[in-house]
């Protein structure tokens, strides 16, 4: 597709569950993001791709979120023993720049996000 | 970042000009101010961006104050598919600020 696409874009888990987003970037996409968004808030950053490399992971809340980009292509965001709190829409974004060069608005392409309902 | 001050909401008549104002008063001098919007149950979308000029495309205009510490963006002739939330944030360009930092937005209804 020509778009970043999410999936599943709802998912429903028991307390205690683990949990795969999963997230097919625009192709060639060198940058991938993953956000956060709870209710009624806007997105908050979790982690950051270049290629397969996390440059990043400040965002992720607790040991229990892990993300993994293995051929720098499709990135899953795995989430273990889901609590309650982790209910919320996980978005992710692909962008061509690389995160050293001038990241231009407009290069930040958002998927429709995997929304996450713990019981 | 700077810190954006947003109303959490406003309302539009449809046809009519809808503008919505932020606040940055604490913006640097190389910090550019960006607009994006989130449609119901879709990711956000980048509107667009300027530093110190007013800037116009397609979709909106967005008018920056001489000080720089406030602008407003302007959607011309808004219709119903423009309820959204709107977002404003200010970010320097490049380097390590790759990342976009949201705050909570204005919603705009759009009324028929």
């Known amino acids: 597709g020509a778009g970043v696409s999410q999936s599943p874009r709802y998912k429903v888990a028991k307390r205690g569950q683990d949990v795969a987003l999963r997230c097919d970037p625009i192709?060639?996409?060198?940058?991938l993001f993953w956000y956060q968004q709870a209710l009624g808030q806007g997105p908050e950053f979790l982690t950051y791709?270049?290629?397969?490399?996390?440059?990043?992971k400040s965002g992720l809340p607790s040991d229990r979120f892990f993300a993994e980009r293995p051929e720098g292509s499709v990135s899953t965001l795995k989430i273990q023993r889901t609590q309650q709190e982790d209910s919320a829409v996980y978005l992710c974004?692909?962008?061509?720049?690389?995160?050293?060069?001038?990241?231009?608005?407009?290069?930040?392409?958002f998927g429709e996000g995997s929304r996450l309902t713990v019981l | 970042d700077a810190k954006t001050t947003q109303p959490p909401s406003m309302d539009c008549a449809e046809g009519r000009a809808a503008n919505l104002p932020c606040n940055h008063s604490?913006?640097?001098?190389?910090?550019?101010v960006y607009w994006y919007r989130q449609i119901h149950s879709q990711g956000p979308q980048y509107i667009i961006h300027?530093?110190?000029n007013n800037e116009t495309n397609e979709m909106a205009s967005l008018i920056i104050t001489e000080d720089r510490k406030s602008s407003t963006l302007i959607l011309p002739h808004a219709t119903l598919r423009d309820t959204a939330v709107y977002y404003c944030?200010?970010?320097?360009?490049?380097?390590?600020?790759?990342?976009?930092?949201f705050g909570k937005g204005t919603l705009l209804t759009v009324n028929p």
């Open positions: 944030i200010v970010r320097v360009e490049g380097g390590s600020n790759y990342k976009l930092t």
């Open positions: 974004a692909s962008s061509s720049v690389l995160r050293e060069q001038r990241i231009r608005a407009g290069e930040l392409f």
């Open positions: 300027g530093l110190k």
């Open positions: 192709s060639g996409h060198v940058s």
């Open positions: 791709f270049q290629n397969e490399a996390q440059l990043d």
């Open positions: 604490t913006i640097s001098g190389n910090e550019y």
